[in-house]
């Protein structure tokens, strides 16, 4: 007798261009099929992109809402009819849509679960008590991250930890194109205050030599402030403004150093690509990026400008330490692999 599927829905807000809508494309597609039903109810509507395109020829099945607002009582009551026309056996949640899933987790019997992709406190004191009452059981993305649910929403219980996946397969058969001569240094983020691309600058902008040129990939609504900011800086000729890319595997492979200004995280994916594309790290010590970032990088105080430019100095003068510590990053790398993360996943859907 065949083996009855286990329906899991999962929910995000929107398929955007970041780390949680990632991170759900590549759980989904490692997820065995044989083993589940897959679904996605997202809050808004088809935004038309790599993230959606794959998942759709995959034959995932993604509801959209359209929701025009911040909050929106048609979408909590569109996604307690689409739960309880499913009834599904779990759930699981990313970012803010948990508040939504709520009502239908609240009055039916299923296994729920919400990875926290930020620290805690960005993430807010509305789901405490479901915490709390177990209703809906937290995913820390890495140890660090763990910790801070556990002291933010006062858990009692162990949480469990399963980090970002990052899928290994895309970077093994890139050649990249470097140039001997050219020092590359590459920020992967979105143009938002968060990551504090300004800072970056501002250190770039003292320790640029004719030899070394900055990348800066993503988009975002401080575009066009940043490059203002970078022709004041007087770095523009130094200074590549990318924009949203759909070739992130080439562009790190293609560059020499990673660097993360960010002023908090999560766990970034943006990290765990680099480590597969076999850079060294610069980040701030910020969120998990501890638990990732050991001898394969260095870490900052974030906002320390000083300690960054002495980081970034010290990795442009050392090709030796580059090399060592790009090797390291590629072999931590493979314990977060997309298969891998999916296997943990898989176990903690199906545990009693």
Known sequence: MEKKRKKIVFGISRFVYGGAEFMLKELILNLDKELFDIYVITKYGDNGTEIERVLKENNIKIIY?????????????KCYLELSRIKPDIT???????????????????????????????????????????KVKPIGISETIAQMIREFYNIKYSIPVIYNPVNLSKFKEIVPAKCDNIITLIIVARLYPQKNHKLLLEVFSKVVKENVQLKIVGDGPMKNE?????????????????????????????????????????????????????????????????DIVKDNGILVESGNA?????????????STLREEMGKKSLEYAKLYDSSVMAKKHTELYLCP
Not at 103 to 123: A, G, S
Not at 306 to 318: F, G, M, N, Y
């Open 306 to 318: 000083e300690k960054l430019c002495e980081a970034i100095i010290k990795l442009v003068d050392d």
């Open 226 to 290: 940043l490059i203002e900011y970078a022709n004041n800086l007087g770095i523009s000729k130094k200074v590549e403004f990318l924009g949203q890319r759909d070739d992130i595997p080439y562009l790190l492979k293609s560059s020499d150093i990673f660097v993360l200004s960010s002023l908090w995280e999560g766990l970034p994916l943006s990290v765990l690509e680099a480590m597969a594309a076999r850079l060294p790290i610069i980040s701030t010590d910020v969120g998990g990026v501890k």
């Open 65 to 77: 809402s359209n929701s025009k607002r911040k909050f929106s009582l048609e979408f909590l009551f």
């Open 92 to 134: 699981h949640t990313h970012l803010g849509i948990i508040i939504y899933f709520l009502p239908y987790i609240y009055l039916n019997k299923c296994k729920c679960f919400h990875t926290v992709h930020n620290i805690p406190k960005k993430e807010g004191k509305k789901i405490y008590k479901f915490f709390y009452r177990k």
